[in-house]
């Protein structure tokens, strides 16, 4: 399944990209993240299970057990705190 994912704040700093074009071996968000973390390095140390972060799909968040569809739209970001 092809994705659009997206990286925003620190992760987007981090990662040296701010989106790609992504063919995904799994369904879920969850797999897009375990796929995202098998390149190591940064990856496998910024979406660690304690590394906080969000996803959200097609601009709305999600929990990581969401079914991905073909084309979607996929935000990994930090948490954002306002005030």
């Known amino acids: 399944m092809k994705l659009r994912v997206l990286y925003f704040a620190r992760l987007r700093e981090r990662f040296g990209v701010a ?14 993240i375990a796929q995202l973390q098998a390149r190591g390095g940064v990856w496998e140390e910024e979406l660690a299970p304690a590394r906080a972060f969000r996803v959200a799909v097609n601009q709305e968040i999600v929990a990581l057990e969401v ?17």
């Open 19 to 32: 989106e790609e074009s992504l063919e995904l071996a799994g369904t879920t968000a969850a797999d897009l």
């Open 67 to 83: 079914v991905l569809t073909d084309h979607a739209e996929v935000a990994i970001f930090p948490p954002v705190t306002g005030g």
